[in-house]
């Protein structure tokens, strides 16, 4: 979800950090395509993940299509932006040819300079951190493992530029409980929760000037899933804490045709899932209008549950 969001919404965002994810569009809205060509996770039909294999090609040809039909922002934006992408050398879910694939498509539009890639950190199918979660080479939930690596920590460097170090010590903001219903309606339908999250920094609750950055959690790591786990755990408060970035945790929830959870990039609830008006896409889009557009997180909770 997060390079569909930032490709769609490029002249919003200013980057991207990418674990173990392919490039936009790259299931063209076929499940068969998403669950062979695009990661290895059908059990009906053999993994037919390569070099080359999401036809990256197809997939620049389409993102100017898109563009010239002014359903997703200029590709041109994308020329600004930081990319930050790590892919396990064990990874079995998003094999390393995925992920090559998508610092190829990348590189058509971003110079290379402005492109990390982390390809060799010997890690299964999780976000790695340097303190909590699985082995390094297990995989299963929560789909967070400690490899003595700080992922969070340097995407976040990457994309934002030097920061100040991590808050070591206990958190000085809070998690907010809000209510995704003021975003899109009938959520449940559409494969959101009904309560999202957000980490606020104590110096970002009545102050403007603190920046927003979006995590967008993987397949089967939603609140019904595994709680708060990844809100908790992805890495991504502690250094938050201490530069003034506020942290935006949208929730899926499981429906019939999509039991993991994931988020929508394979038409699952919409034809429209990779452009700027697909429905989960517009919807976390209002939440950043909504927090970028006042100095407080008042108008988060402007009518729906906030705690």
């Given at each position: 979800m997060a390079v569909?969001?930032?490709?769609?919404?490029?002249?919003?965002?200013?980057?991207a950090g990418v674990i173990a994810g392919g490039p936009y569009f790259c299931s063209q809205g076929s499940v068969f395509t998403a669950t062979t060509s695009c990661t290895c996770t059908t059990e009906l039909f053999a993994c037919r993940v390569r070099p080359g294999g999401t036809r990256v090609p197809d997939l620049i040809a389409l993102t100017d299509w898109f563009a010239?039909?002014?359903?997703?922002?200029?590709p041109s934006a994308l020329a600004n932006?930081?990319?930050w992408m790590l892919s396990g050398t064990l990874d079995s879910v998003v094999p390393q040819a995925v992920?090559?694939?998508?610092?190829?498509?990348?590189?058509?539009?971003?110079?290379?300079?402005?492109?990390?890639?982390?390809?060799?950190?010997?890690?299964?199918?999780?976000?790695?951190?340097?303190?909590?979660?699985?082995?390094?080479?297990a995989l299963g939930?929560?789909?967070?493992?400690?490899?003595?690596?700080d992922a969070a920590g340097e995407l976040l460097k990457?994309?934002?530029g030097p920061l100040a170090a991590r808050n070591s010590g206990t958190l000085t903001g809070r998690f907010v409980a809000f209510d995704q219903t003021e975003f899109i309606a009938l959520p449940a339908w559409h494969g959101m929760a009904d309560t999202g999250y957000l980490y606020v920094p104590a110096a970002c609750e009545n102050s403007a000037g603190c920046r927003l950055h979006v995590a967008f959690h993987g397949c089967q790591q939603n609140?019904?899933?595994i709680g708060v786990t990844f809100v908790r755990h992805a890495g991504y408060n502690a250094w938050a804490d201490n530069n003034r970035l506020i942290i935006l945790y949208p929730q899926t929830v499981a429906t019939f045709?999509?039991?993991?959870?994931?988020?929508?990039?394979?038409?699952?609830?919409?034809?429209?899932?990779a452009q700027k008006n697909g429905r989960q896409m517009a919807a976390v889009k209002r939440m950043v209008d909504r927090l970028t557009s006042s100095p407080t997180i008042a108008l988060i909770c402007r009518r729906g549950r906030c705690t």
């Open positions: 569909q969001f930032e490709v769609a919404f490029s002249r919003t965002v200013i980057g010239a039909t002014q359903t997703i922002d200029a932006h930081r990319v992920m090559n694939d998508l610092l190829t498509y990348y590189r058509h539009y971003i110079d290379a300079n402005r492109i990390a890639y982390k390809r060799d950190l010997s890690a299964e199918h999780s976000i790695p951190t340097d303190s909590y979660g699985n082995a390094c080479s939930s929560p789909y967070i493992s400690n490899c003595n690596y990457w994309i934002y609140l019904d899933n045709m999509n039991p993991n959870a994931c988020w929508d990039w394979w038409a699952y609830d919409d034809t429209r899932y």
